[in-house]
């Protein structure tokens, strides 16, 4: 790979990719699982081969020269490139074997859908997958994942997907807490387990039922939440695929969704005749269908 006379490796400029997306060495280096030591030498060493700065700093981290930038452009070029040729040398694959990547909502992996992902990696034994349970909108055209369930109301026109059941909420506590403590009024004694970063009064419980009681515990994890409010630190939204199913706790009265969020199951159109990625894509969408109740919950 060149620039003018210069050659460089491709995990060198994957680490000025990095770092250049991130604005930090440190943050580049983390999202490559590399040491900052290991990337500050190769941004040290591109720099060096090419005579001239990539970064420069700025008051929130790391901007790129107008050198930067330009190599940015080629680098970014090259990495299309390579990604296409990839999918295209997998998307030629027609064995039920190999490596998938899925990820998928946090809450989506407590439920049953679990164990049905468990029976079809029984079912082929050939096809190694790699969970990621995250918010995050993994990259599918740079091939962060090949199957991604997302929670948006729309996916890019480009990607091949198909809509799921909605996935429905509802507000939980322990049956001990809801019979110990008001809901209601100016003064309510019940407390909201909300999201790191909610102040007391966040905007999102407006909209909910109990809009009076403040937020006074925060969790940055649904499993966690569910955790936290059978042991009685208060009540939380939670989907009802988690919190229907767990025989600790209970709807806070009056029992109805109290949110409602639309699901696509998505992945990339050069992978479409993918064996391994068709079977796979097929079966999340079957065994989802068939939960849909749970992951609906009953309307009370």
């Known amino acids: 790979m060149y620039f003018a006379d210069k050659r460089f490796d491709w995990e060198s400029l994957r680490v000025f990719l990095a770092v250049a997306r991130n604005n930090s060495i440190r943050a580049g280096a ?3 699982g590399i040491g900052h030591s290991t990337a500050s030498r190769r941004i040290q060493a591109l720099e060096e081969d090419l005579g001239s700065k990539l970064f420069e700093s700025v008051d929130n981290g790391l901007a790129l020269t107008e050198t930067g930038g330009r190599v940015l452009e080629h680098v970014e070029r090259v990495e299309g490139e390579l990604y296409d040729m990839e999918r295209t040398v997998i ?3 027609a064995k039920p074997a190999g490596l998938i990547r899925l990820t998928l909502p946090p809450p989506m992996a407590y439920g049953p859908l679990m164990a049905d992902i468990v ?4 079912l082929y034994p050939d096809i190694k997958l790699e969970i990621i349970t995250s918010y995050a909108i993994s990259d599918l055209n740079r091939r962060d994942a090949d199957v ?5 109301e729309k996916p890019e026109d480009w990607l091949l997907g198909r809509r799921l059941p909605t996935f429905k909420d509802a507000i939980y506590a ?3 807490y809801i019979e110990t403590h008001d809901f209601e009024g100016k003064t309510p004694t019940a407390r909201w387990i909300g999201w790191p970063g909610d102040d007391e009064n966040p905007v999102w419980i407006k909209s909910m039922p109990h809009p009076t009681c403040p937020v006074k515990w925060t969790i940055g994890d649904v ?4 955790a936290a409010a059978r042991a009685g630190l208060g009540m939380a939204l939670l989907p009802c695929l988690v919190g229907d199913l767990d025989g600790e706790l209970k709807r806070v009265p009056p029992g109805k969704i109290a949110h409602e969020r639309t699901a696509w199951i998505l992945t990339h159109p050069d992978l479409k005749t993918t ?3 068709r079977l796979f894509t097929r079966y999340l969408m079957e065994q989802i269908v068939a939960h849909k109740d749970a992951i609906q919950g009953d309307p009370q």
């Open 275 to 277: 064996e391994r990625v």
């Open 30 to 32: 983390r999202a490559l």
């Open 119 to 122: 029976a079809f990696g029984d």
């Open 174 to 176: 322990s049956p001990e």
């Open 91 to 93: 998307g030629r694959d």
């Open 223 to 226: 499993n966690a939440q569910a």
């Open 148 to 152: 991604a369930i997302r929670f948006m």
